[in-house]
């Protein structure tokens, strides 16, 4: 079998041509669009695999140049773009399947299979056949049953469009794309009744059943005939049985293919091992780029043609990062990728935001990889979240967090692409905002219909926007909870988790750190989580509130200098609220005069720690806090 494969990242393309080779498949490689199209159409391939971000001819269009100049080989787009609106155009373009990066790679082998196994679809015969419906594309004439049909120019080209691409979806966007000349300006509604119309003078014609099947919120496409929904079951039968008795009958050839298969697994895990450490060579180099990006970003002199370089060498970082067992890098790729679009370069705070996810991505490549058996592994289920949100960046955000939780991130940047992501796979939870920049369709008619039609999935509702009417809202129509997104996206998380771990076993104490060093909430973090903390940090003393009425912690440890706050008005604060007047509070401080310590203890402090802080004393302090508390507890409940 012979592939093409079009990927303009070296690492990506040497990755996946070696583990093509491992398969035995013989694999030719372009790096960009217009070789790709010089090749396909030069060569008889088995199969294309197609990046979508490819220079001088994209993916998508050289799918649609392809199919248009008749090439009927499969195509798969390999592509880090994700969303529902990109796999349908991918789709409507022309291709057979669409495999996201990061990729698992036997799963993409697994895929390739599949498609090669469809085999070269065979050139249609002169006439164009469906039930007893006969078309002649010479004549144009349309015959069902021996009776000839009357149809419209548009109403012939819907049904010839349907009856050449047999198992393509096509949206109305692009059916007007094909049918409609270029000077002709009808809205969608024009390819609607043109349908009905089509539908109308085959059902007259006698045709039962209906030849054009709507595909809810993707558009159109020919429907199988019910003795072809039997062939495929009786072939997929056969194929079952032959596999059976084969195993049977095999033997010791048996054993032979199952060691080939461990050679192959074996040759993936030495390529992926090897391909890795030029991967984090290559890092550094990416990063000199991002650098001189970001620098010459602050002093407003960053050129359009350096922002494009570091935008491509962040994309290339989503696939490869991914694919090599660093998935967590994969998310912080994409969040910069986005950063350095055009759109978004010039914001306020952007340099700021790269720099932070390049910290990050630093750090993740300063970690060991996960182990290089997960790359060919079989996914591990996690709980998905579904993110109802048209804010990218804020759901890059929220992506990069949900590693730590387990969770897996699904996001929709309107309603009716949440409609069709809950129609494919229902989610664990979801996550919603109310508003959306790109429509007028309100999140709220979307939590009323999601209460009314699926119940048992919690949704929680987080918004830019604190007005109390919301609030009131979404309470009425039984929202699991309401967040503001000022709340750092660990903690939107972990108020996710705790709605989802409601019927679970009791949590273990839930401790708060409020302090604006973000360096010191890391290391409080890694010293508390050892002995069984569940700890949320917070370095905005802003949002204080918000983030204390969602974690309900049972200890509170604050600084005692903040902007904008400090730790003792926080105390007095919490002291003043007949809720949280019993929660413990200790303050961490790097001042010992007497006078600030009376300030604590007066505002309501139950113990206080120095900094530099040591470990032992901190946890001595903590547990005995902590046993205080549950001790008058117990003989609360004793009195009663």
């Known amino acids: 079998m012979k592939i093409l494969l079009v990927e303009d990242d070296t690492i990506t393309a040497n990755l996946l041509t070696r583990s093509l080779n491992a398969h035995n498949y013989n694999v030719n490689t372009a790096a960009d669009g217009e070789t790709a199209l010089q090749l396909a159409e030069a060569y008889d391939y088995d199969l294309i695999v197609l990046d979508v971000m490819i220079p ?107 009856l050449r691409n047999p198992r393509r979806i096509f949206s109305r966007s692009a059916i007007l794309d094909r049918i409609w000349s270029a000077g002709e300006f009808p809205q969608e509604e024009a390819v609607t009744a043109h349908i009905k119309g089509l539908r109308h003078k085959l059902k007259a014609a006698g045709m039962s059943v209906d030849l054009v099947e709507t595909v809810y919120g993707l558009g159109y496409r020919l429907k199988s005939l019910p003795e072809e929904i039997e062939s495929q079951k009786v072939d997929r039968e056969t194929a079952e049985t032959a596999k059976s008795e084969e195993t049977l009958s095999a033997g010791s050839s048996g054993q032979i293919r199952e060691l080939n298969k461990d050679d192959q697994r074996l040759k993936v895990l030495s390529v992926v091992a090897e391909i890795r450490a030029k991967l984090r060579a290559n890092f550094i180099e990416k990063m000199a780029v991002f650098d001189r990006a970001i620098a010459l970003l602050k002093t407003g002199t960053l050129d359009d043609e350096l922002r494009r370089e570091a935008q491509e060498q962040a994309h290339k970082l989503v696939g490869s990062l991914g694919t090599l067992g660093l998935p967590k890098g994969s998310v912080v790729a994409r969040a910069i990728e986005h950063l350095f679009k055009a759109q978004n370069i010039s914001k306020p705070g952007t340099a700021e935001q790269i720099e932070e996810f390049l910290h990050l991505l630093a750090q993740i490549f300063d970690r060991p990889p996960e182990p290089e058996s997960d790359l060919v592994a079989e996914v591990s289920e996690q709980r998905r979240i579904l993110i109802v949100d048209d804010d990218t960046v804020g759901s890059d955000r929220l992506k990069i967090a949900a590693s730590g939780f387990g969770f897996e991130i699904e996001v929709a940047n309107s309603a009716q692409a949440a409609r069709i992501a809950i129609s494919q796979q229902l989610p664990d939870a979801i996550l919603l905002d109310l508003t959306f920049s790109r429509t007028q369709e309100n999140g709220l008619t979307l939590l009323a219909e999601l209460r009314g039609e699926k119940p048992e999935i919690p949704v929680m509702v987080f918004s830019g926007h604190n007005q109390l009417s919301d609030r009131i ?30 019927t679970g076993s009791a949590a273990e104490a839930k401790v708060m750190v409020v302090d604006d060093d973000v360096h010191l909430l890391a290391a409080l973090k890694m010293i508390l989580q050892p002995w069984g903390f569940q700890v949320t940090t917070l370095d905005r003393p802003e949002n204080f509130w918000e983030v204390l009425e969602i974690t309900c912690p ?27 007047s019993k929660l413990p509070v200790l303050f961490l401080t790097a001042h010992s005069e007497s006078e600030t310590v009376r300030q604590m203890f007066v505002a309501g402090a139950d113990d206080y720690v120095n900094k530099p ?18 001790l008058r507890h117990r003989l609360a409940l004793t009195q009663r």
């Open 613 to 630: 802080i040591v470990e032992p004393e901190l946890i001595a302090r903590l547990l005995n806090r902590l046993e205080r508390t549950q």
């Open 554 to 580: 049972d200890l509170l440890i604050l600084d005692v200098e903040m902007p904008g706050y400090s730790g003792i008005e926080l105390c007095l604060t919490v002291r003043n609220d007949v809720r949280w």
């Open 473 to 502: 809202e979404v309470a009425r129509l039984g929202a699991s909870g309401f967040l503001h997104k000022s709340i750092p996206p660990a903690d939107i998380l972990k108020a996710v988790a705790q709605v989802l771990d409601q």
């Open 56 to 162: 001088k001819l994209d993916g998508i269009s050289l799918c649609r140049e392809l199919r248009s100049s008749g090439c009927q080989m499969p195509i798969l787009l390999l592509t880090a773009l994700d969303s529902s609106s990109d796999r349908v155009q991918g789709l409507e373009a022309g291709a057979d399947d669409y495999v996201v990066k990061p990729f698992n790679i036997e799963e993409l082998m697994a895929r390739i299979r599949a498609l090669l196994r469809r085999g070269k679809a065979a050139l249609s015969s002169t006439n164009l056949t469906w039930e007893k419906l006969q078309v002649n594309p010479d004549t144009t004439e349309v015959i069902y049953a021996e009776k000839v049909l009357h149809l419209t120019p548009k109403e012939y080209n819907l049904l010839e469009l349907f």
